[in-house]
């Protein structure tokens, strides 16, 4: 109600704004029925309704349910009222009826219960926590074990290592043995140099010429690096 008679006198203060700037700009509201505040209408001010006629056996319809109706709620409040009091005597009743050694009694009851109740849950604990134990001591072996093999794995390529250097180390130049090694390579000389003709045949040596001139290191036979090698140019 209150809502709406806000917003009725806001539009009636915009209507005078809008009114009041300008002759011709009128907004008029109509409403669908009268507002609840305004008074009873002057035609209608001494009219009285009349009253519908009744049928009788309508009157007997709607007089019979209105009666049922009301014993119906009666029964219900009566059964409500009746419930709470009784949960108020077994309530009270209970709390007077027990004396304090009964109340420690039961209270001991309890007790021994809760007792028996932690005892089971402790005995599961124990249970559940020894498996869990086992459990992740297997876990720890088998990783050790893990562990171990690798290391074994490790030190055996390690040692596979050491030993091959160890053969090469006895080919090492050391300041001993230099001046053999120079003797040896003066009277061993090693010539890298190589030709290859149009059929493939490998001419080893420095002094050695393709053409007829010298011999072939191959005798004939191509050498497979070599032969794709010349395939690849061509």
């Known amino acids: ?92 009743a209970d709390h007077i009826v027990l004396t304090p050694e009964q109340e420690e009694a039961e209270f001991a009851r309890c007790m021994q219960e809760n007792e028996t109740w932690n005892q089971k849950i402790a005995v599961e604990r124990n249970e559940r926590l020894l498996k869990e134990r086992e459990r992740q001591a297997v876990e720890i072996r088998e990783r050790l074990e893990a562990a171990r093999v690798r290391e074994e794995e490790r030190m055996e390529r390690i040692e596979e290592i050491v030993r091959r250097e160890k053969e090469l180390a006895k080919t090492f130049i050391t300041h001993e043995n230099l001046e053999t090694a120079i003797e040896q390579a003066l009277a061993n000389p090693v010539d890298y140099n190589f030709s290859i003709d149009l059929q493939g045949n490998i001419y080893r040596g420095r002094t050695t010429l393709p053409g007829g001139k010298g011999t072939p290191a191959t005798s004939g036979v191509q050498d497979t690096e070599v032969q794709q090698t010349i395939e690849a140019s061509n």
């Open 1 to 92: 109600m209150l809502r709406t008679t806000t917003g009725v006198l806001a539009r009636l203060t915009i209507n005078e704004s809008k009114t009041s700037s300008s002759a011709f700009a009128l907004e008029f509201v109509r409403w669908r029925r009268k507002p609840r505040w305004l008074p009873v209408a002057k035609s209608k001010l001494y009219r009285v309704p009349e009253r519908k006629e009744q049928n009788a056996e309508e009157r007997a319809e709607l007089m019979r349910l209105h009666n049922n109706y009301k014993l119906q709620m009666r029964s219900l409040r009566q059964y409500l009222r009746e419930e709470v009091l009784r949960l108020n005597v077994t309530t009270t």
